[in-house]
């Protein structure tokens, strides 16, 4: 499975920024497709996780309520939409995709994208 995040940018406290995970290689809908985030000098942080075949999702709790996981099957590619976003949201946003795990622990993942570098000025 290849992936290609793709979507950050700079934006000031309280903006929005969509970002996107293309998937090719392997049928799509049987993933597990998660995002996860790091910032400079900190551990890689779980997102959210979204069940490709039924939509089932899961949240951290900093980013509840503010960002939505969703995915568009037909065009094999998974969104991260963030909606009043802070300085604190600052990171290097990665997209992750695994073969039977639906959890928040990285390792646990078999697939990763390269990265999109989100930047929030306050």
């Known amino acids: 499975v290849q992936l290609q995040a793709s979507g950050g940018g700079l934006v000031q406290a309280g903006d929005s920024l969509r970002l996107s995970c293309a998937a090719s290689?392997?049928?799509?809908?049987?993933?597990?497709m998660a995002w996860f985030r790091q910032a400079p000098e900190e551990e890689r942080e779980f997102v959210a996780v979204?069940?490709?075949?039924?939509?089932?999702?899961y949240y951290s709790d900093p980013i509840k309520g503010r960002f939505t996981i969703s995915r568009d099957n037909a065009k094999n590619t998974v969104y991260l939409q963030m909606n009043s976003l802070k300085p604190e949201d600052t990171a290097v946003y990665y997209c992750?995709?695994?073969?039977?795990?639906?959890?928040?622990?990285?390792?646990?993942?078999?697939?990763w994208g390269q990265g999109t570098q989100v930047t929030v000025s306050s």
């Open positions: 979204i069940r490709l075949s039924s939509g089932s999702t």
């Open positions: 290689g392997r049928t799509f809908s049987s993933l597990m």
């Open positions: 992750a995709a695994a073969l039977n795990y639906f959890g928040i622990y990285p390792q646990r993942y078999d697939y």
